[in-house]
């Protein structure tokens, strides 16, 4: 599964299996359509994130309170989760 963490505390997971389609646009970020939820990650350097995502290897995503400017430009930064039903 997918544990999906936000600022908050709040968590969801969402089963790979039911995955449909991973999408990867630079200026807006990724958007994964499972059978019952959308979910849009938004951050910056997220190509990485993409391919994980794409090949089932990642266990998790959280949102993260730093901010971007305090950390490496280099590495993938998410800014926020949004999810759809």
Known sequence: MLDIRFKTGDRLALGYVYL?????????GITLVFTSHTVRIRGRCLEALYAGLSEHRVNYVAEQHQHPMDADQEKAWIERVEIEE
């Open 20 to 28: 449909l389609s991973v999408g990867f646009n630079p200026s807006e």
